[in-house]
């Protein structure tokens, strides 16, 4: 069994979409094992969203995630990482696919794209990810 990790974003607890979104992982039959909730702050931010330091859209991607509570995951099941990256859609949700959660609870605010779904794409992203999500 292969293991992910899924961050719910700020706007999944106002909004109650929470049980929904969870619902879509969990019918395809992943399993959760790990959940946390928490409030990230931007130093952990940074580090985790390493990658795409210097993008033009970083900042307001950060100050999204600080700006509430968000919801991490660790899901197992066969083929998690790709399974989940299906299940979650695309990142912009206007060319999600119908179904998705990306398509269905995504938001587009002024120029910022808020996907609520956060989903790990390799191996190595979910060590990293997890490591600095779950970190005491």
Known sequence: ????????????????????????????????????????????????????????????????????TVIGFILEGENAIKLVRKIAGATHPLQAEPGTIRRKHGQIVGEAIWNVVHASDSKESVERESRLFFKE
């Open 1 to 68: 069994m292969e293991k992910t990790f899924v961050m719910l974003k700020p706007d999944c607890v106002p909004r109650r979409i929470v049980g929904e979104v969870i619902h879509d992982f969990e019918s395809a039959g992943l399993t959760i094992v790990k959940a946390l909730s928490r409030q990230l702050d931007e130093a952990v931010l940074e580090e985790f969203y390493l990658e795409h330091k210097g993008k033009p859209f970083i900042k307001s991607q950060i100050d999204y995630v600080k700006s509430g």
